[in-house]
């Protein structure tokens, strides 16, 4: 559309990525992080899907989406939506939080208790910690802003225990899932899934989807776009990053990111790098 816009920035000390957009119409197909995403519509009515319903978030509302949580993204009414938001690492804010929680067991994990939220202090919050970190402010004031973010989503979330069977299966669906990072660039079957995890394809396709709630084949793509925003952010070029990650060529990987998340690989690269793009043949 051509009202869209996006800027985009990479803090350099934590490689968080700020981002603040506005788009018109459909914005983005169905896809995961692999950080926890905070984040406030600023204007206009932001439509997606996540955990199975609808979501409608108007001026004032926070979302707050979870790694692996599948969702997309749309305008349902004229004029579009602006949002800000940024990324939080998971191994980063789990660490932490289970620092707070010192007796937690590894048989609980961490979870947002909703995905919609207008409590005014964390919104107001996530809004100072995004200018800070956009805006480059001294580095006492970022780090005094992010610390009062953690205490505001420490309110937001919940400890979810996991049950005999539930573990049972994640741990099928986790095998595989560490499979697939190990082997992200290589040509996959279920097969091979199936034989590392010890069961046979269609006992593995259901945990996984019970566990990620995609298929293995759907979720290994979106974990190849999220390596490829990591490998171009650190300025590899568009053409061996498809390369490395199994993409046929580099117009594949461009039509699944830009499908993602609405912007060129080439452009995602400039605007973390601020390196041109340097075509090759």
């Not at 207008?118 to 995004?130: A, C, H, K, N, Y």
């Not at 061996?240 to 580099?250: I, K, N, P, T, W």
Request: net charge neutral.
């Amino acid at each position: 559309m051509a009202n869209d816009w996006l800027e985009l920035r990479q803090h350099a000390e934590t490689g968080i990525e700020t981002i603040k957009a506005h788009f018109e119409g459909h914005a983005f197909d169905p896809h995961w992080h692999d950080s926890y995403l905070v984040g406030i519509t600023l204007s206009g009515t932001q439509q997606f899907h996540c955990r199975r319903e609808r979501h409608r978030s108007h001026p004032g509302d926070a979302f707050l989406l979870e790694p692996g949580e599948i969702h997309d993204g749309d305008a349902p009414v004229d004029g579009g939506f602006t949002y800000l938001t940024f990324y939080l690492d998971e191994q980063w804010l789990t660490n932490t939080l289970h620092g707070l929680y010192e007796s937690t067991p590894g048989s609980y994990s961490l979870h947002f208790a909703q995905t919609l939220t207008r409590e005014p202090q964390l919104v107001r919050t996530i809004s100072d910690t995004f200018s800070t970190l956009h805006n480059e402010e001294m580095k006492i004031v970022q780090q005094s802003t992010m610390d009062n973010l953690l205490a505001q989503i420490t309110s937001h979330c919940h400890w979810r225990k996991r049950l005999p069977v539930q573990r049972q299966s994640a741990a099928v669906a986790h095998r595989a899932r560490d499979y697939l990072y190990a082997h992200m660039g290589d040509n996959i079957g279920l097969s091979d899934l199936a034989r590392e995890t010890g069961t046979d394809r269609f006992t593995l396709t259901r945990c996984f989807k019970r566990e990620f709630h995609l298929a293995p084949h759907a979720w290994l793509i979106q974990l190849r776009l999220a390596k490829a925003r990591q490998m171009l952010g650190m300025g590899e070029q568009p053409v061996d990053v498809a390369a490395a990650l199994g993409f046929a060529d580099q117009s594949h990987l461009g039509r699944w990111f830009q499908r993602a998340y609405r912007i060129t690989p080439a452009h995602y690269r400039r605007l973390c790098t601020n390196l041109p793009d340097v075509s090759r043949k």
